[in-house]
């Protein structure tokens, strides 16, 4: 007897510890879990450990039985809440994990992570204006953002039916591009933006600011090459296509020679031949 305690209480550290989220293959890890509850079968953190491994593995439906006994064992907390609303997303019930994400948000009304995760449900329910302004909720009370929200809330913007959807999203770029300084996805993102709002010559000009800032520039000439074709500007973009053939030799023979380089000297010999 005393060995099953002292074996349990090792087990039950572990996972206090997260010590098993940090190493280990996750099928051994859920076989650990199990052993543990079997030993404790009335320790819903066990579960709920287990349930958020099996989350981890791609194990949707079983993670939510596990969140479940959480439940009926009347364990009730904000992380069991947003395990659960993650599991429902990843299983396509975005209006039940919803209901989840609300319990949190109740009680902190400001929890970036769970109102990223609620943004997700409401782009899932196609609900996009409704999901931008919570994207947009994580930029304004997080205490450090990063790149995708910025894209997250562009994109939301994006797809919404709101007749200033595009300069919604192109604004919410701009502010990334103002709060975290020079980040190359956010200007790809603004160029896509301004396309998709007609404004070609826009897209034009930030793409030069790609070209500046690119370390590899055979990429960057070919898209603005491009653009200037898209709008009729064949000597700009004959220009532009033999600055990108010139960047491609200066690469070493490595990469020159890869499939990725190999395709862009061809989109470049497809977009020349339309020249003739």
Same mark, same amino acid.
């Given at each position: ?30 076989? /650990? %879990?199990? #052993?543990?509850? *079997?030993?404790?079968?009335? !320790? +819903? &953190? ?35 809440? /947003? %395990?659960? #609303?993650?599991? *429902?997303?990843?299983?396509? !019930? +975005? &209006? ?46 997080? !205490? ?133």
């Amino acid at each position: 007897m005393l060995k099953f305690f002292a074996i349990l209480t090792f087990i039950v550290c572990l996972f206090s510890a997260n010590v098993l989220f940090a190493h280990g293959d996750l099928h051994v890890r859920i076989e /650990l %879990a199990t #052993a543990a509850i *079997q030993l404790s079968p009335d !320790n +819903a &953190e066990l579960y709920l450990e287990r349930g958020i491994l099996l989350y981890q593995h791609e194990k949707y439906s079983e993670s939510i039985d596990d969140f479940n006994h959480c439940i009926s064992l009347n364990y009730n907390t904000p992380k069991l809440y /947003l %395990a659960i #609303a993650k599991s *429902q997303i990843a299983l396509n !019930n +975005a &209006e039940s994990a919803i209901q989840y994400l609300d319990k949190i948000l109740k009680e902190d009304q400001h929890n970036v992570i769970t109102l990223r995760w609620k943004a997700r449900a409401l782009m899932q329910m196609n609900q996009y204006s409704e999901a931008a302004y919570y994207f947009e909720d994580v930029i304004r009370f997080a !205490n450090q953002t990063f790149t995708e929200n910025y894209i997250e809330a562009a994109l939301a913007w994006e797809n919404s039916d709101q007749p200033n959807n595009l300069e919604n999203a192109i604004a919410i770029i701009e502010k990334g591009i103002s709060d975290l300084g020079d980040i190359l996805i956010l200007y790809d993102k603004l160029v896509e933006l301004h396309q998709l709002s007609g404004n070609t010559i826009e897209a034009i000009n930030i793409q030069g600011k790609i070209i500046d800032l690119s370390n590899r520039k055979e990429r960057p000439y070919y898209a603005r090459a491009v653009l200037y074709q898209s709008i009729g500007d064949m000597e700009s973009a004959k220009a532009d296509f033999n600055q990108s053939k010139m960047e491609i030799k200066k690469l070493p023979y490595r990469i020159k020679n890869t499939n990725a380089t190999l395709t862009l000297v061809k989109s470049i010999q497809e977009k020349e031949a339309l020249f003739d």
